[in-house]
């Protein structure tokens, strides 16, 4: 059974850094296409970053370029989203995702397998 859990949400100021975890399970990660989604309240859900599985190339919205990164950690089945440089912007429940497709258009990533998510909430 596939299971993906999503772990290192929480309340950070402007500017503050943060680092989300998801552990993977009942599959091998670094075989497939891993990544994340973000959705706000009363906002549409987001691509945030997403990473292939063929050759771990990584692509990112433009609103997150050049502040978050993705990583992938073969032997502990498990994905990061590091953030840097959080806005306000950002408060989202994050999704960590598995099995898909990943491209340059975030507005192409599909995904089928889906963690409960992680809160995020960058505020003063």
């Known amino acids: 059974q596939v299971q993906l859990v999503e772990t290192g949400g929480g309340l950070v100021q402007p500017g503050g850094s943060l680092r989300l975890s998801c552990a993977a399970s009942?599959?091998?990660?670094?075989?497939?296409?891993i990544g994340w989604f973000r959705q706000a309240p009363g906002k549409e859900r987001e691509g945030v970053s997403c990473?292939?599985?063929?050759?771990?190339?990584?692509y990112y919205a433009d609103s997150v370029k050049g502040r978050f990164t993705i990583s992938r950690d073969n032997a502990k089945n498990t994905v990061y989203l590091q953030m840097n440089s959080l806005k306000p912007d950002d408060t989202a429940t994050y999704y960590c995702?598995?099995?898909?497709?990943?491209?340059?258009?975030?507005?192409?990533?599909?995904?089928?397998?889906w963690g409960q998510g992680t809160q995020v909430t960058v505020s003063s």
């Open positions: 990473m292939s599985g063929s050759d771990g190339s990584s």
């Open positions: 009942g599959f091998t990660l670094e075989n497939y296409p």
């Open positions: 995702v598995a099995d898909g497709y990943c491209s340059e258009s975030n507005s192409q990533w599909v995904f089928g397998s």
